[in-house]
Structures are given as C-alpha cells and as structure tokens.
C-alpha cells in the first residue's frame, strides 16, 4: 500500500491549495487518515486527522482555515487549505493508520506518504 499525494505548490498568503492523498493497492479499509507537515529543524506536527466514521481533529494554529475530509470509497483523503500564512509552509505528509489490506486482510500499523511541498508567500 502507498500513499500518492498532490496539489502541493506555491501560493501567495491569503490564497487556498487543496490537497489529495489517494491509496493505491489493496486497500479495504483505513480507520485513520490525516496531514502532517514539517518544517527543517522542527519535528513532524499534526495538522488534521479524520476517523473512517468522519471525526476529525484540527491543530489550533489551522482551525477555521483548513477542512479535512475523506472519501471512503476511494480510499482518498483532501485537505482545503484556505486563508494561507506564510508559516503554513512546510512539506505536508500524508498518513495512514489501520490499514486493512486485502486479500488477506493484513492490517498495517501506519502508513506514510512521500510529502508535498507548500509554500506560502508573504
């Protein structure tokens, strides 16, 4: 299973970017998928989670800017990112946690994607 994500990019502060991330393979069921971003120096921090059953959890600094959501069916998670700051810049990660995969129905642990560079300019 791996995760593919896109919609990255350079944007000007206030602007938006959308975020995809898409599992491939074998992929029956995730219970967790999210975004997590770092900046150089700094440790990986998440930005927003989403359960198989649609809860979702922001951090403070991106809550009523950034929406988090999920697509089941297509094993794809999105995050709409709107009201941009410059220290929103960072690579974003996407994530994965529980993953069943078929046809045996091994369960992953956790899954990460490979990151998505967004920049944001002042």
């Known amino acids: 299973v791996q995760l593919v994500e896109s919609g990255g990019g350079l944007v000007q502060a206030g602007g938006s970017l959308r975020l995809s991330c898409a599992a491939s393979?074998?992929?029956?069921?995730?219970?967790?998928m999210g975004w997590y971003r770092q900046t150089p120096g700094n440790q990986r921090e998440s930005v927003a989670i989403?359960?198989?059953?649609?809860?979702?959890n922001y951090a403070d600094s991106v809550k009523g800017r950034f929406t988090i959501s999920r697509d089941n069916a297509k094993n794809t998670v999105y995050l709409q990112m709107n009201s941009l700051l410059p220290e929103d810049t960072a690579v974003y990660y996407c994530?994965?946690?529980?993953?069943?995969?078929?046809?045996?129905?091994?369960?992953?642990?956790?899954?990460w994607g490979q990151g998505t560079l967004v920049t944001v300019s002042s």
């Open positions: 994530y994965a946690r529980g993953v069943l995969t078929g046809p045996l129905g091994i369960r992953l642990p956790e899954v």
């Open positions: 393979g074998s992929t029956l069921r995730i219970d967790v």
């Open positions: 989403i359960t198989s059953g649609d809860s979702t």
